[in-house]
C-alpha cells in the first residue's frame, strides 16, 4: 500500500496539531484537577462531574453527530466552494435551533427535581461550553484537514480556564467558578473559530431552505442515535453512580475515569488524522483501504499494550500525582479500569469505519446490544458494589461493545468485496 507523498505530508502535519492538541487538552485539566481536589475535595469534585454527565446529554443533541456526517460531507466536497456554504449554513442553523431546545429542556430538568434546583447555577454555567461548542465548528477544519487552526483555538480555551482556575478558586465556595471558566474558554474559542473561518476560508453564513435542512437532518440521525446510545452506557452510569450512591463515589470513579482517558486519549489524534483520509480511501480504492485499516489497527494494539503495562506499574504515582495523596480505593480502581485502554482506541476506529462505509444499520445495532448489556449489568453493580461495581461492569460492556464492532466491520468487508466480485 502506498501513500501519495503529498497525503503523506497533510497526515503528519495533522497529526502532529491534533497531538499537540490532545496533550494540552489532558495535560492542562490534569494540572488542575490535583488542585480542585485540594480545595474544592472529592465530594464537590463529585458534583462537577455529575453536572457535566448532565450537560453532556445537551452536547450531543447540540452536536447532532455533525462531527462525523459533517466532517465527511466537508472532506468530498471541499473544492466546492458553494457546496461547502450550504453544508456549513445548514449545519448551522440545525445546531442552534438544537441548542434553544436543550436550554428550554434543562430549565426544566432544573426546577422540575430539588436535587437539580439545590445547585441550579452549576447547572446553568456548566451549559455555556454547550453554546461554545455549537459557535466551533470543528467540522470544518477537520474536513478542510486544516487541523492547526483547532490546536491553536482548543489551547486558548484551556489556558483561559487553568489560568482563572489557579487565579481565582480559593475555597469551597467558588464551586460556582469552574464551569464558568470552562464556558467563557470554550465562547472565546468558539467566536475566534468563525472568524478564522470567515478570514482563511471566505466561508459565510447563507439562510438554507427547509428541504436542505431536512437532508442533513436526516442525514445525521443515525449517527446521533449512536452518540446518544453511547452516552447511555458512559454518561448515564455516571448519573446511576450519583443517584444510587453519593457524590464521594461519583468522585472516586470520576479521578480514575480522567486519568485512564488522559492515557487513552493518545490515540485520538491519530483517529481524528485518518478519518478524512480513510473517507476518500474507501471511494477511491477499497483494497488499500482495508490495507491501512489493519495496520493502523496493529499499532493500535501494540500501543495500548504498553501503555497499559507502563501505567500499572506506576499506579501508586499516578493516584499520588491527581489525588494528591494515598488512596488504596483509587488505586485498586485505576489498576482495573487501566484494561479499559486496550480497547479504547478501536471504539472510534471500527465506528468511524461503519459510517465511512454507510454501514449506519450496524452501527446502530451494535449500540443496540451494548445498552441493552448496559441496562442489565450496570445498575445492579452500581447498586451493590457502588464505584467498584460500576468501574468492572464496564469494562465488560466495552470489551462487548469492542466485539460487536470488531463482527460487522469484517462483516461489511467481505459483503463488499463479495458484491465487487460478483
Known amino acids: 500500500m502506498k501513500i501519495l507523498a503529498n497525503d503523506l505530508k497533510r497526515l503528519k502535519s495533522n497529526f502532529l496539531a491534533l497531538s499537540f492538541l490532545q496533550a494540552t487538552n489532558y495535560i492542562l485539566p490534569l494540572i488542575t484537577l490535583p488542585y480542585l481536589i485540594q480545595v474544592l475535595g472529592v ?216 486519568i485512564v482517558l488522559a492515557i487513552g486519549g493518545i490515540f485520538q489524534p491519530l483517529n481524528q488524522t485518518i478519518y478524512p483520509y480513510l473517507v476518500k480511501k474507501q471511494k477511491e480504492c477499497f483494497n488499500t483501504f482495508v490495507q491501512f485499516l489493519k495496520k493502523i489497527s496493529a499499532i493500535f494494539l501494540l500501543a495500548s499494550l504498553v501503555f497499559i503495562l507502563l501505567a500499572e506499574y506506576f499506579v501508586e504515582e499516578l493516584v499520588f500525582l491527581i489525588h494528591g495523596e494515598d488512596n488504596l480505593q483509587v488505586s485498586f480502581l485505576l489498576s482495573i479500569f487501566l484494561l479499559r485502554i486496550f480497547v479504547l482506541p478501536f471504539g472510534s476506529l471500527l465506528s468511524n469505519t461503519l459510517i465511512i462505509m454507510e454501514q449506519k444499520k450496524s452501527f446502530i445495532k451494535v449500540m443496540n446490544y451494548t445498552v441493552v448489556s448496559d441496562l442489565m449489568i450496570v445498575p445492579v453493580a452500581i447498586y451493590y458494589f457502588q464505584e467498584t461495581g460500576l468501574v468492572i461492569s464496564f469494562l465488560i460492556i466495552i470489551v462487548i461493545h469492542t466485539l460487536f464492532l470488531w463482527y460487522y466491520v469484517n462483516h461489511s468487508i467481505q459483503k463488499f468485496r463479495i458484491k465487487n466480485d460478483s
Open 43 to 258: 465530594e464537590y469534585f463529585g458534583l462537577l462531574a455529575f453536572a457535566t454527565a448532565i450537560i453532556t446529554y445537551f452536547s450531543i443533541l447540540t452536536d447532532y453527530g455533525f462531527n462525523l456526517t459533517a466532517t465527511k460531507e466537508i472532506s468530498l466536497h471541499r473544492h466546492n466552494k458553494n457546496k461547502i456554504i450550504e453544508i456549513y449554513s445548514a449545519v448551522m442553523s440545525i445546531k442552534f435551533i438544537l441548542l434553544i431546545i436543550s436550554f428550554l429542556l434543562l430549565c426544566t430538568l432544573i426546577f422540575s427535581f430539588e436535587r437539580f434546583e439545590q445547585h441550579w447555577q452549576i447547572y446553568l454555567l456548566s451549559f455555556g461550553s454547550v453554546l461554545g461548542q455549537f459557535l466551533f465548528p470543528i467540522w470544518i477544519f477537520q474536513g478542510m484537514e486544516k487541523m492547526k487552526y483547532i490546536s491553536y483555538l482548543n489551547i486558548i480555551s484551556k489556558l483561559i480556564f487553568t489560568i482563572a482556575i489557579f487565579i481565582f478558586i480559593k475555597t469551597k465556595n467558588d464551586i460556582y467558578l469552574v464551569p464558568l471558566f470552562f464556558s467563557l474558554g470554550s465562547i472565546v474559542a468558539g467566536l475566534l473559530s468563525l472568524y478564522y473561518i470567515k478570514k482563511e476560508f471566505n466561508i459565510s453564513f447563507k439562510f438554507q431552505n427547509k428541504n436542505i435542512l431536512k437532508y442533513y437532518l436526516i442525514d445525521g440521525w443515525h449517527v446521533f442515535l449512536s452518540r446518544f446510545y453511547v452516552s447511555l452506557y458512559t454518561t448515564t452510569n455516571i448519573l446511576l453512580l450519583g443517584l444510587l450512591s453519593n457524590n464521594l463515589a461519583v468522585g472516586y470513579y470520576a479521578i480514575v475515569e480522567k
